[in-house]
C-alpha cells in the first residue's frame, strides 16, 4: 500500500482526488476537449505520489484523444511539486494546448498555464509568480524531508526561471528578481510582461471553498481587489479591509499563517546550515 499523500492545504478533498475537470469536446462550449482547473493545484502534495500525476495523464489523453485542447484556469497556486509534473504532462501531450486564465493564475498554476503555446486571460484576471514554496498542513516533517524539500524547490526553480524567461524574453536574471518579489499581474501587465499573449473580455469566475481563500492568505502581496473577489459571500465588504494583510486578523488565518511561518523558519535553517 502507498503511504498517504501529505496535506498541504486545508480542504474537503480526499487523497489521490481529481482536483481537475476534463470535458469532452462534444459536450464543451467551445468545441474542443477543456481542463479546467477551478481551485487550487491539490490540497495533497505529489512528493511521492505515483498514483494522481498517472490518473491526471490518463484522463488528458482519454478525454484529448491527441487533439486540440482549452485549459481554463483559475486557481490561486498549490502544490508546486504537482505543478510542474502536470506541466510536463502537457508539454509531451502531442495536440496543441491553448489556456485561457478566467480569474487568477498564481504561483504554482503560472507553471502549468505555460504549457500551453498560446495563452489568453480574461480582462479581469490576474496572475503572479514567485519563489517555488511548499505548504504542509499539519505534517510533521523530519530534518532529512525538509532537505529534500529544499532540493526539490530549488531544482523546480531553476526549471522554470528559463521556461519563464524564454516565455516573455526577460532575461533568467529579471525573471528570478519578479519571482522573489511575490510580483502580482493585471491581464494587461500579463500581456506587457509576456505571461499572456491576448486579452479577452469577460466576468471574473469566483470560488469560495477553504482550500482557495487559505492559499490566497499563505501570499505577502495579494491586490485587495483580488482578496476581495475571492472571499467567501459569508465575510461582510467591509471586513476586507484596503490591505489584504488586514484580513489575517481573523484566528483561523492567522493560526494558519503561523503555521506556515513555522515551515518556512525551518526551513531556512536548513538552508542557513549548508
Same mark, same amino acid.
Given at each position: 500500500m502507498p503511504n498517504t499523500p501529505i496535506r498541504c492545504f486545508d480542504g474537503n478533498a480526499q487523497p489521490y482526488e481529481p482536483f481537475w475537470n476534463f470535458v469532452e469536446a462534444e459536450k464543451s462550449e467551445s468545441?474542443?476537449? @477543456?481542463?479546467?482547473? +477551478?481551485?487550487?493545484? #491539490?490540497?495533497?502534495?505529489?512528493?511521492?505520489? @505515483?498514483?494522481?500525476? %498517472? %490518473?491526471?495523464?490518463?484522463?488528458?489523453?482519454?478525454?484529448?484523444?491527441?487533439?486540440?485542447?482549452?485549459?481554463?484556469?483559475? #486557481?490561486p497556486g498549490g502544490d508546486v511539486i504537482a505543478a510542474s509534473r502536470m506541466r510536463v504532462t502537457l508539454t509531451e501531450y502531442p495536440g496543441p494546448i491553448t489556456a485561457r486564465v478566467d480569474g487568477i493564475a498564481a504561483s504554482a498554476a503560472v507553471a502549468v498555464v505555460m504549457a500551453a503555446s498560446r495563452v489568453k486571460i480574461m480582462d479581469s484576471a490576474y496572475m503572479m509568480i514567485h519563489d517555488p514554496s511548499v505548504m504542509v498542513f499539519l505534517a510533521q516533517l523530519n530534518i532529512e524531508t525538509l532537505g529534500k524539500?529544499?532540493?526539490?524547490?530549488? #531544482?523546480? %526553480?531553476?526549471?522554470?526561471v528559463p521556461v519563464y524567461a524564454e516565455r516573455t524574453g526577460m532575461t533568467q536574471e529579471k525573471i528570478s528578481r519578479l519571482m522573489a518579489d511575490e510580483t502580482w499581474m493585471s491581464a494587461q501587465q500579463a500581456v506587457d510582461y509576456g505571461f499572456a499573449d @491576448?486579452?479577452?473580455?469577460?466576468?471574473?469566475? %469566483?470560488?469560495?471553498?477553504?482550500?482557495?481563500? +487559505?492559499?490566497?492568505?499563505?501570499?505577502?502581496?495579494?491586490?485587495?481587489?483580488?482578496?476581495?473577489?475571492?472571499?467567501? #459571500?459569508?465575510?461582510?465588504?467591509?471586513?476586507?479591509?484596503?490591505?489584504?494583510?488586514a484580513l489575517r486578523s481573523d484566528p483561523a488565518a492567522a493560526e494558519f499563517q503561523r503555521k506556515a511561518q513555522s515551515?518556512?523558519?525551518?526551513?531556512?535553517?536548513?538552508?542557513?546550515? @549548508?
Open positions: 468545441g474542443q476537449a @477543456e481542463l479546467e482547473l +477551478n481551485g487550487v493545484i #491539490s490540497e495533497y502534495s505529489w512528493m511521492g505520489d @505515483e498514483i494522481t500525476p %498517472k %490518473k491526471f495523464k490518463d484522463d488528458l489523453y482519454r478525454v484529448g484523444q491527441g487533439k486540440a485542447v482549452l485549459l481554463k484556469v483559475n #486557481s524539500l529544499r532540493d526539490d524547490l530549488k #531544482s523546480i %526553480k531553476d526549471g522554470i @491576448e486579452i479577452v473580455t469577460g466576468g471574473q469566475q %469566483k470560488v469560495q471553498n477553504v482550500a482557495y481563500v +487559505n492559499c490566497l492568505h499563505t501570499y505577502a502581496h495579494v491586490p485587495p481587489a483580488v482578496m476581495q473577489a475571492f472571499q467567501p #459571500s459569508d465575510i461582510p465588504p467591509a471586513q476586507v479591509a484596503a490591505e489584504a494583510p515551515l518556512r523558519d525551518r526551513v531556512n535553517q536548513i538552508l542557513q546550515k @549548508e
